[in-house]
């Protein structure tokens, strides 16, 4: 053991399991007044590999009430039970030593069904008959440390067993857990369900629900029984997720040579869900907006991610769940693997979408952004202890280790990546494995250096920035240091071994040049002549680039004679602005680039290019009655009115998915920076849509609804409010949550933040905060709301909760010093678990941005204001 690993805090290892036979009898009916409770009793069959007298266990917010230790029919011995709040542990004590060997270890335990979406809790919803009324459904979340709420346990991910579960449940309700049921005996009005044994699996991955449900049903090609779970009288909008997951999970099993090992797949939807899905093993979970579709009110962007989150959960089935991460150091094995795997599902599924571009735009951008932060982590990251595991749930493990994956898979290619992926699978099966292990395969399936060339990317934290500056006689040098969004150096120096693909004008095939070392040649590039080479080919790989000037704009040329794909059109829009960040370039010069554009029909560039407008004049253009404000609004209104003609207001028959998103990112581009033609033709529809007179197209209505509140006031308010209350579609729900916070109304706001508290579902609070925080009136408002909320929040949700870094969201938005110090003085006394990293990152973007201000302003308002 290293002596970095031995800070871990670690169950004992005397007692290994092997099996569980757990079962649970929730009360879903409490009296009036009482919370709902559960009653459980494990049995667990452990071999201790030494002698001992105490038994460790992980237990959480659990009374355990009894305990038992028995090696045979006639050795027994009552254990005395001790609890340990602070590791989460429960140990039980033999009166004396017991000898290694095979035990049983028996516990009875009770707990309350929560309102925290963690570990056994309690969903509400509308009881479909009287909506006044309210009904319960128990459900389970364990990701990462939860099962030891439900039941004493070794909650380990590296300590592996099966599990048999029994439940106990009122006659008319359903049980599903991840296995199918074996036996169902009805008992006095209740009924007792037993379900057949797990495979040997992790403990995050168990899950059980007992709750009304509908359900509709298929089935895969390998003749696997696939479900969608939901309340009652609504299983037709799982339809399309179904649709996807029958399809998906024979993808995988063809793609990873290995069979789907269970009988069936159930995924349903949970009303209150605290992540955005769970990969549990034959039962996937998910929060409404991530599994159900309505085909006359959802867009076309809730469908990509009801797509791409069934994917991204059956990715897990082999990544995950059936070879899974040794610790939680390697959660980006899981979480990064399972986000690029998504996409190459959905790649096939509906290669039209052109996901690997948007990727680039999203995925990678995301990554690069934060990673570009000192206060980002290496990919492999030391994890001590239960409350540092929910923060590592983040960009860098979910999109900088796509990130990684792609950059490797496109370096060796995907079929020779697939030969590692595959042995590896086989060989870690029922088992665990580390970052090195991939390694490992993927060496051995290449005949490359793997382990050297990938270590530095997911050891080291950040990525390189690669200048470049040509030599003329076709050949360039280029050096590397870490890219830091604050314009600072690190003094360590760090490199990394950098895979460029290279393009040169006028051929489609880019090649491979590696930079190991700080600096270096590359040959065979286009430097005398008038054409272009664009280094990073198709932005493969993690790094940036800043280029000679002489480079640069042979390359800002072709932007505009479309002569490069859309990926390195993007590439070089979002160096350029990264660069400006970082005062590396002058902003103006990003600017300029974003002319280049002007012809611009790509969703992805277009997307792009707005979000870098929003980012500059939320930055640049603070107050909405300013003259640079007003710069910024011709800047967007130059590129995006002519394309608005293009798109329009309706779905033209038969357009793709791609046309659909584009036209609501161009609208709704321009409703944000107030264009007036825009802004009231979009009022227009929204109150023919109100008033029953019109239909209102699904990619359109957020945009609508904005307008509607900003260019209506309250009136647009209250009746984006109503569309609320009547929706039964938590997608609808969002959509109105997201316009709700941008009413000019200071007063209004302050309701807005009241209502959020008292009438919306826990899971969505932070969708209203972030809204106000997203208002340039709101900002301070929902920061000063944040600070009287947080203890309230921390207790309501649980330390360590996800929700404490999504709820911080809403302080990024600021740009001063002072606010800095501000933040910063708060959460110095303020209770913070598994939030400190998250915290840190934040105050840094805000003095980013503070620096980034005080450097370019005075040029940047120059040159808008002659736009
Ligand atoms: N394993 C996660 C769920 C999870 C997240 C558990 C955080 C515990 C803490 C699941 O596979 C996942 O990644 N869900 C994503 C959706 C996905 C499509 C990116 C999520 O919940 O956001
Ligand atoms: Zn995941």
Request: net charge negative; proline share 4%; aromatic share 10%.
């Amino acid at each position: 053991m290293s002596e970095v690993e031995s800070k871990r805090v670690l169950l004992p290892k005397n007692a290994k399991p092997s099996h569980y036979d757990l079962e649970f009898s929730p009360d879903l009916f409490p009296a009036e007044g009482s919370e709902p409770t559960f009653e459980g009793s494990a049995t667990i069959y452990v071999k201790l590999v030494e002698a001992t007298n105490t038994i460790v266990l992980n237990a959480k917010e659990l009374k355990v009430t009894s305990g038992s230790i028995c090696s045979s029919e006639d050795f027994c011995v009552r254990a005395e039970i001790s609890l340990d709040e602070k590791n989460e542990t429960v140990t039980l004590t033999a009166p004396e030593a017991l000898s290694p060997g095979d035990y049983k270890i028996d516990t009875t335990f009770n707990g309350v069904l929560n309102e925290k979406m963690m570990g056994f809790y309690r969903s509400e919803y509308k009881d479909p008959l009287d909506s006044s009324k309210k009904k319960l459904m128990a459900v389970t979340q364990f990701e990462p440390t939860d099962a030891r709420m439900a039941f004493p346990c070794f909650d380990e991910p590296n300590i592996k067993a099966t599990f048999s579960v029994t439940m106990n449940a009122p006659e008319s309700y359903t049980c599903l857990s991840n296995m199918p049921i074996i036996k169902e005996e009805a008992a006095e009005g209740k009924k007792k369900v037993v379900f057949d044994k797990t495979p040997i699996m992790s403990t995050y991955l168990l899950a059980f629900v007992v709750a009304e449900l509908d359900f509709i049903k298929g089935e895969t090609k390998d003749g696997v029984e696939f479900r969608v779970y939901t309340e009652k009288g609504r299983s037709e909008l799982g339809q399309f997720a179904l649709d996807c997951g029958v399809k998906v999970l024979p993808f995988f099993a063809t793609f990873f040579e290995i069979a789907y090992p269970l009988p069936k797949m159930d995924m349903i939807a949970i009303p209150d869900f605290a992540a955005g899905a769970m990969e549990n093993w034959g039962l996937v979970t998910y929060r409404e907006t991530a599994l159900l579709l309505d085909p006359s009110q959802s867009s076309a962007q809730a469908k990509a991610r009801v797509a791409g989150v069934v994917a991204h959960e059956l990715a897990h089935q082999w990544f995950g769940n059936l070879v899974t991460m040794d610790w939680w150091t390697h959660l980006w094995l899981n979480e990064g693997f399972a986000t690029w795997a998504a996409d190459l599902a959905v790649d096939t599924l509906f290669p039209e979408w052109k996901v690997w571009v948007q990727f680039v735009c999203t995925t990678l951008s995301s990554a690069l952004h934060l990673d570009a932060l000192r206060s980002s982590h290496a990919i492999e990251v030391e994890i001590n202890d239960a409350t540092e595991v929910n923060e590592i749930f983040d960009a860098i493990s979910y999109l900088k280790g796509a990130s990684v994956i792609r950059m490797l898979a496109n370096y060796l290619s995907v079929d020779v990546f697939k030969q590692g992926l595959i042995t590896y699978l086989k060989e870690f099966s029922y088992s665990n494995a580390a970052t090195e292990d991939l390694w490992q395969h993927l060496e051995t399936a290449s005949g490359k250096p793997i382990k050297e060339l990938m270590s530095n990317w997911t050891k080291q934290v950040g990525y390189p920035v690669l200048e470049v500056s040509d030599l003329g006689n076709g050949e360039v040098q280029v050096s590397q240091s870490r890219f830091l969004s604050n314009g600072t150096e690190d003094a360590s120096k760090p490199t990394w071994m950098v895979p460029i693909g290279v393009l040169n004008a006028g051929s489609s095939e880019s090649y491979y040049e590696l930079l190991d070392g700080s600096s270096g040649q590359l040959s065979g590039v286009n430097t005398n002549s008038s054409e272009w080479t664009k280094l990073n080919a198709y932005q493969s790989g993690i790094f940036r680039i800043k280029y000679s000037d002489s480079m640069a704009s042979k390359l800002i040329t072709a932007i505009g004679k479309s002569e490069l794909g859309p990926e390195d059109r993007l590439s070089l829009l979002s160096d350029s602005f990264a660069l400006a960040r970082a005062g590396r370039l002058p902003t103006v010069k990003a600017l300029e680039i974003t002319k280049a554009f002007s012809q611009e029909t790509e969703y992805t560039c277009i997307l792009s290019i707005c979000a870098a407008l929003t980012e500059l004049s939320r930055l640049f253009a603070q107050e909405v009655d300013s003259e640079e404000y007003r710069g910024f609004k011709r800047l967007a209104e130059q590129l995006l009115v002519p394309l608005s003609k293009s798109v329009g207001w309706e779905a033209k028959p038969g357009e793709s998915h791609i046309q659909s998103l584009l036209r609501s990112q161009v609208l709704g581009s321009l409703i944000e920076f107030e264009h007036e033609g825009t802004m009231s033709e979009a009022v227009a529809r929204f109150k023919s849509f109100v008033s029953g007179e019109a239909e209102l197209l699904p990619d359109l209505r957020l945009p609508c609804y904005f307008a509607a509140v900003e260019v209506l006031g309250k009136e647009g308010y209250d009746a984006v409010m109503q569309i609320y209350k009547e929706t039964d579609l938590n997608e609808e729900m969002v959509r109105c949550m997201r316009a709700l916070g941008a009413i000019p109304d200071v007063g209004v706001l302050e309701e807005t933040l009241q209502w959020a508290l008292a009438e919306v579902k826990a899971q969505d609070i932070y969708v209203v905060i972030n809204s106000v925080a997203k208002n340039r009136r709101g900002k301070d408002l929902a920061w000063e709301f944040l600070q009287k909320e947080w203890e309230n929040f921390v207790e309501r949700f649980g330390k360590g909760s996800h929700f404490n870094t999504r709820m911080m969201g809403s302080c990024t938005e600021f740009s001063s010093e002072e606010k800095a110090v501000e933040v910063e003085k708060f959460f110095a006394s303020a209770t913070i678990v598994g939030a400190t990293r998250t915290l840190e990152q934040c105050l840094e973007s805000i003095r980013m941005r503070a620096s980034w201000y005080q450097r370019d302003a005075e040029e940047v308002h120059a040159w808008i204001s002659k736009v």
